[in-house]
């Protein structure tokens, strides 16, 4: 079963969620999506035993054969390359690798070559398998990173997908594909104003999905008036306590030192299990 | 004119109730909410839209079913796997590229335009506000933000303020770059957790590869005493400029679930007070007092 953890709104604790979820059930491989600021490890603290480049393929313009007729800058619908009377610039960062340059260009001046967009970093923390991305710095595009920390689902496993907040290209590639996404909420105008629009990019997937209130008890009961109305089911609470910040801050899943909630995402997991086979 | 942009790396840490804040003390000012995708800075500044126009992102490809000889040249050579089994278009994986339009045998496929969300100009109590949505599901958060920001500069132009302030999605990617190039300065609110900081460095590290002038500020600074230690001392380090450190106090969300700034809703608290502190360092960073 694939399971992914989003929420819209950033810094719900959906890394808390996904990573005490992780070390609740057994078999599990943990894939950490938020390629931008990836935070599961900081948690799991795993012994990484592998470490990848990942690369784009991008334009490269054989100026010797390019006679600067521009049909690849006026193709490109990225503003990746830009061509004058007697020069041709690429701007790597800019393209999407849909190759419609090479195949535009009349001359066939241009091949492609790989741009290093990001690490990809593999390993383990007991029997947890981790796979994780890192966007290189001033990278703008996180989803070939993400696309390649994916090709290492292993199906056989219960797999944990942690995304990036938001609701964009980001965190679409992460749960498409998921079996169930798990939205992690807090109980706040913010919180529920970013969760319907998760909920409505859910929908669109077809993935089903269910809500994590997270910092139960602070803010107002709106959320719970959302998922009632809405039929949407509230897997599991977890209170405001102070304990469960500080374990956080210093890279603590509270489940290890607050063991009884080993329980409750044994059950969180067991409970999606059954809304998945419905 | 300068141009503030508040981000943090982490998401959650603080961003748009300083934003908010901001942009109450600051009086006469333009505010941005570039954090597109989950916007929040409506919910506490109530703005009234005075225009707002349509995004059209990217192009989405269409195929012509009559026309289709379902050869499959197109679904080969799709780089983002967006051509189904049946012949369709996946809307969420085409970033209308036009390869396939290029490339069928019998031109069944032609480009069309998609509405990708709506940009708007608009007043609220204390100035003026360029903000947007993204639709569900699409892409282009990047451009949406350079929208946003476009409309900002206008509005400052236009309305004569000497100050825009924008609100930076999380993270370290294209609609976070869109948000903090060519700013004046980058206001990096972090937490004291593993996490925060390990954000913030990298969102420093992505001001530093744009040039952008880099200042800290901490909040819930008392959830972790020595990780607040650790940023002012990596601070310190890096020569950057720690504005702040705000306590954690209920009274934020509280002022949240009213629909209000903490500085309006409640300001005596400490948090109000320390914001207001921040505010006056920044606005001396940006050399504001001497316009």
Redesign the interface.
């Known amino acids: 079963m694939i399971v992914s953890i989003a929420s819209g709104k950033g810094g719900t604790g959906k890394t808390s969620v996904a990573v005490n979820l992780a070390l609740s059930i057994e078999n599990v491989q943990f894939l950490d999506c938020d390629v931008e600021e990836p935070n599961a490890h900081l948690l799991l603290h795993p012994r990484i035993s592998r470490r990848e480049p990942i690369y784009t393929s991008v334009p490269v313009v054989n100026e010797k054969l390019c006679d600067h007729c521009g049909k690849c800058a006026q193709f490109c619908q990225y503003n990746a390359m830009f061509v004058s009377s007697d020069k041709v610039l690429v701007f790597p960062k800019l393209c999407h690798s849909c190759d419609g340059c090479v195949l535009v260009c009349p001359r066939k001046a241009i091949a492609e070559e790989k741009h290093k967009v990001g690490t990809l970093k593999l390993g383990s923390a007991g029997d947890l398998r981790l796979v994780y991305g890192e966007l290189e710095i001033g990278e703008p595009m996180a989803v070939p990173v993400i696309k390649e920390v994916k090709r290492h689902i292993e199906r056989s496993k219960n797999v944990v997908l942690d995304s990036a907040p938001g609701t964009s290209c980001p965190v679409i590639e992460t749960v498409n594909g998921s079996d169930f996404c798990v939205l992690v909420t807090e109980p706040t105008p913010f919180g529920l104003h970013d969760l319907k629009i998760m909920v409505e990019v859910l929908r669109m997937m077809g993935i089903p999905y269910g809500v994590v209130v997270n910092r139960a008890g602070i803010g107002d009961k709106k959320v719970y008036g959302y998922c009632r109305e809405k039929g949407i089911p509230i897997l599991l609470e977890i209170p405001f306590q102070r304990r469960i910040a500080e374990l956080y801050s210093c890279g603590i899943p509270f489940s290890l030192e607050m063991t009884d909630w080993k329980h409750e995402f044994l059950a969180l997991h067991d409970r999606i299990g059954e809304l998945v086979s419905k | 004119m300068k141009q503030l942009t508040v981000t ?6 603080g961003k ?1 109730t300083i934003t908010a804040s901001f942009a109450v003390l600051a009086k006469h000012t333009v505010v941005a909410d570039c ?4 916007p ?1 800075l409506h ?1 506490l500044l109530h703005p009234k839209i005075i225009r707002s126009h349509v995004f059209r992102g ?2 989405i490809a269409l195929i012509n079913e009559g026309k289709c000889t379902q050869c499959g040249i197109c679904k080969q ?1 799709c ?2 796997d967006a051509i189904t089994q049946g012949f369709k278009v996946d809307p ?2 085409c ?5 396939c339009r ?2 069928c045998p019998v031109s069944a496929i032609t480009m069309t335009d998609r509405t990708s969300g709506h940009a708007y100009i608009s007043k609220t109590k204390s100035g003026f506000m360029a903000h947007a949505k ?1 639709n ?4 282009n ?2 451009k949406l933000v350079t929208l946003v920001r476009q409309n900002a500069n206008m509005l400052a132009r236009e309305k004569k303020c000497n100050l825009i302030i924008i609100d930076g ?10 948000s903090i190039s060519g700013v004046d300065a980058g206001l990096a609110v972090t ?6 900081i ?2 913030l460095k ?1 969102v420093l ?2 001001m530093k ?2 040039k952008v002038r880099p200042l800290v500020c901490i909040n819930i600074c008392d ?2 005493k ?2 607040a230690a650790r940023i002012r001392s990596y601070c310190r380090k890096n020569r950057i400029e720690v504005v702040g450190e705000i306590p954690f106090n ?1 009274i934020v ?1 509280e002022a ?2 009213h ?1 209000k700034t903490v500085v309006e809703y409640s300001p005596r608290s400490e948090v109000s007070k320390e914001a207001k502190n921040i505010w006056d360092t920044v606005r001396h960073h940006l050399e504001l007092d001497r316009d």
């Open positions: 943090s790396g982490k998401g959650g840490t748009t954090d597109v995708d989950a929040d919910m990217s192009k050579k780089a983002f969420i994986t970033e209308g590229c036009g390869v290029m490339l993204l569900p599901g699409e892409a958060s990047g999605p999380p993270g370290v990617g294209c609609p976070v770059i869109a937490e004291p957790t593993f996490s925060g390990h954000d990298r590290l992505l590869h744009f959830m972790n020595d990780n209920q969300t949240m679930v629909g």
